[in-house]
């Protein structure tokens, strides 16, 4: 009743089903274009689609589909990009910053995939409409792969990530964490133990919460993509 005075607006059953239509048009797009990043060569870098689901979460989400659309059309059946040197995931604490990211991409590693706020967790499951909308709305939040503060959650996390692991052919892991984030530093002890057991290097990185140390950055970037070369060559 609050939301209705405020913005001069009815909600309804009907109004609210709309809405999460149209906004899990909005998320099976956002899977479509990660769908594409599985191919061995991907037709669009991780920092292009940091850049995508951002502008997603903040634009009109009928216009974000038509122009999703059509960037999907323009990908599908494109070249792609076969000049980088391995597959990596990133994960951790709440990302927004494509300048960070580039970095990573700069030094030769593709991001292909993730589990961040501001990716798989924003679109990876739908909203029920089906039904009482709030219910489904509610069962959606809840159920939705969940954020490190959702500590009896952890054994989904870990199967959610090995999913994409398998899913997008990943060759290491980068866990970023926000500096004293206790949260993130737990998870970071229990990933950590799991992708010991599956075999896939881990690069553990420390950051603020304003860019800073892009070049160290970079160079440790580096190292870890020669560490995953020199592993492809041993075996």
Wanted: glycine share 8%; net charge positive; charged share 25%.
């Amino acid at each position: 009743a609050k939301v209705e005075r405020h913005f001069g607006i009815s909600i309804s059953d009907k109004s609210l089903r709309q809405a999460a239509g149209v906004c899990n048009e909005t998320r099976r797009l956002l899977r479509h274009l990660y769908d594409l990043r599985q191919q061995p060569n991907p037709p669009i870098t991780g920092t292009d689609c940091l850049k995508i689901v951002m502008a997603s979460t903040a634009s009109p989400k009928s216009e974000v589909n038509e122009l999703l659309r059509r960037l999907l059309s323009e990908l599908i059946g494109s070249k792609g990009r076969s000049d980088y040197r391995a597959r990596l995931m990133l994960l951790g604490s709440s990302y927004d910053d494509p300048v960070h990211m580039q970095v990573i991409e700069d030094a030769g590693g593709l991001i292909v995939t993730d589990a961040l706020c501001l990716g798989t967790r924003y679109f990876w499951q739908d909203v029920e409409i089906d039904g009482d909308p709030l219910t489904g709305l509610a069962r959606s939040y809840l159920s939705k792969p969940s954020c490190a503060r959702m500590s009896d959650a952890l054994s989904e996390r870990v199967a959610f990530l090995k999913q994409l692991i398998d899913k997008y052919h990943v060759d290491g892991v980068i866990f970023q964490r926000i500096r004293y984030c206790d949260l993130w530093g737990v998870e970071h002890f229990e990933v950590k133990k799991r992708l010991q057991e599956w075999h896939i290097p881990l690069l553990s990185i420390e950051r603020e919460y304003t860019p800073g140390g892009m070049g160290q950055l970079g160079t440790r970037v580096q190292a870890f993509i020669e560490r995953l070369e020199s592993s492809r060559r041993s075996r």
